[in-house]
């Protein structure tokens, strides 16, 4: 029997509750089947009955059994598996292009099929055993993302400096053909994967939909902290405006045939271009959001929807929202869009005038070249502050995709509550999307406004 997973919380009421369950206790099987990490966890405890052998620190070696709803799961937490590393090289790994000095997690290189799975990661699929592609195909681990980067097996080589990646097809072949999908990216070095290679790669791969259900075209992504590595080009705005022009040409048969783009151009593209976006519809059923895919455009829509929504119910005879002020950090990238979002707020609601105003950050953490809000460090939004000089009733705002998940620390490990108390300032975390950001704002307006009534009355 294998080594099992360790308890590391269980929900309050549920059955592994009810069944006297304690964090620190291990879960060694479930059916017989032993468990090697939260994957099996959730596979094998989707049944009607199931029985948990576990080593109890209380009584030892037991076992549990439980009879319940196929989707109902038993209320335990346990942690993530350790990582798998990536065996490749390659030059524009961000990764390698990590400050020195930080905290070691930031310097794993990844690779895992698992991490792919439950949190949406991109894998190359070079380090996958025939035991991997067994439990992937058994357990039905779908969908996976996968860096192509392209499918000429030499310049893929070449891309990820590693002489013995297999062929990217046939690995792709075999998962879909298991009924795994997949959604891939490449991410474009100028000289290198663009042009014929590019072609190349968008006819290989969209010739295996729908079991290769999305593309995504990256640009390269370059710190200024890239010590020995190669030599890159950036990539300017004649040559992302070429890009978004030949994406476009590639969508159309596809939006023809399938009535789906199939191949999407991330955000930066656009950003880099200084063009508008295309609308939200464009990007389809938004596969690829958590890649940088469809996040703006989507913003937009849902800040416009909901904030009508929500305006419309918080001053709905002219209520006067004088005495909030916020500031909204992002980065360079998204500033210019942010700021059309405000003054076009501003335009239609004067009553919003003061309200918000957008505090753009300069990311000198990674270099300029960096700019978007989830790298951005808690340091250069405290340097940003200073600068602007805002006044000092201002909550400044920060968004939830600027900090590690389930915490307030930001990249740099400083975090929000060092950030307010460094700056003296009211300093807020808000959902990163647009309907979560307007539902933060009506709730604290609504709480700000409730308070301030009952002081009134107090005070009377």
């Known amino acids: 029997m294998g080594q099992g997973i360790v308890i590391k919380d269980v929900v309050s009421g549920s059955l592994a509750a009810e069944a006297g369950l304690c964090p620190g206790d291990r879960i060694l099987s479930i059916n017989g089947n032993p468990l090697r990490d939260l994957i099996d966890l959730d596979f094998y405890q989707a049944d009607g009955e199931v029985v948990l052998a576990v080593e109890s620190r209380a009584e030892g070696t037991i076992e549990i059994a439980f009879e319940k709803d196929p989707d109902e799961r038993l209320g335990l937490v346990v942690d993530?598996?350790?990582?798998?590393?990536?065996?490749?090289?390659?030059?524009?790994?961000?990764?390698?292009?990590?400050?020195?000095?930080?905290?070691?997690?930031?310097?794993?290189?990844?690779?895992?099929?698992?991490?792919?799975?439950?949190?949406?990661?991109?894998?190359?699929?070079t380090n996958l055993s025939n035991r991997d592609y067994e439990r992937i195909l058994e357990q039905k681990l779908s969908p996976l993302y996968i860096s192509v980067h392209a499918t000429d097996p030499g310049v893929r080589k070449r891309l990820l400096r590693n002489d013995r990646?297999?062929?990217?097809?046939?690995?792709?072949?075999?998962?879909?053909?298991?009924?795994?999908?997949?959604?891939?990216?490449?991410?474009?070095?100028?000289?290198?994967?663009d042009g014929d290679v590019l072609e190349r790669s968008i006819e290989d791969l969209s010739s295996r939909y729908p079991g290769v259900s999305s593309l995504a075209i990256v640009p390269v992504g370059l710190t200024q902290h890239r010590g020995d590595l190669p030599s890159i080009d950036p990539i300017d705005r004649?040559?992302?405006?070429?890009?978004?022009?030949?994406?476009?040409?590639?969508?159309?048969?596809?939006?023809?045939?399938?009535?789906?783009?199939f191949v999407f151009p991330a955000d930066e593209w656009f950003v880099i271009a200084g063009r508008s976006f295309p609308s939200v519809k464009r990007y389809g059923s938004l596969p690829q959001l958590g890649n940088g895919v469809g996040l703006v455009p989507l913003f937009q829509n849902q800040w416009k929807r909901a904030g009508n929504r929500v305006r419309s119910v918080f001053v709905p005879s002219g209520e006067a929202v004088a005495g909030f002020r916020f500031a909204l950090v992002t980065g360079t990238a998204f500033a210019p869009y942010l700021n059309r979002l405000v003054n076009r707020l501003v335009l239609d609601s004067p009553l919003w005038k003061d309200v918000f105003s957008v505090l753009e950050v300069e990311n000198g953490f990674f270099g300029h070249s960096v700019t978007v809000a989830g790298l951005l460090a808690g340091r250069d939004i405290q340097k940003a502050v200073r600068e602007a000089r805002l006044a000092g009733d201002t909550t400044l705002l920060v968004p939830q995709i600027a900090v590690r998940t389930d915490t307030d620390v930001f990249l740099d490990d400083s975090s929000v509550g060092e950030l307010s108390r460094d700056l003296q300032r009211r300093v807020e975390l808000v959902p990163s999307d647009g309907v979560g950001f307007w539902e933060w704002i009506r709730d604290h307006m609504s709480l700000g406004k409730e308070s301030s009534r009952l002081g009134t009355v107090a005070a009377g």
């Open 238 to 261: 004649s040559f992302a405006r070429r890009m978004i022009a030949r994406i476009d040409e590639f969508q159309r048969p596809f939006l023809e045939k399938w009535d789906d783009p």
């Open 80 to 125: 993530p598996p350790p990582i798998k590393r990536c065996p490749n090289k390659c030059d524009f790994c961000f990764v390698d292009q990590m400050p020195e000095g930080q905290r070691q997690t930031l310097y794993i290189r990844d690779e895992d099929y698992r991490y792919s799975f439950l949190y949406g990661n991109f894998i190359t699929l």
């Open 165 to 193: 990646a297999p062929d990217v097809l046939e690995m792709i072949d075999r998962l879909a053909s298991g009924g795994i999908r997949l959604h891939t990216q490449i991410v474009i070095t100028p000289g290198v994967n």
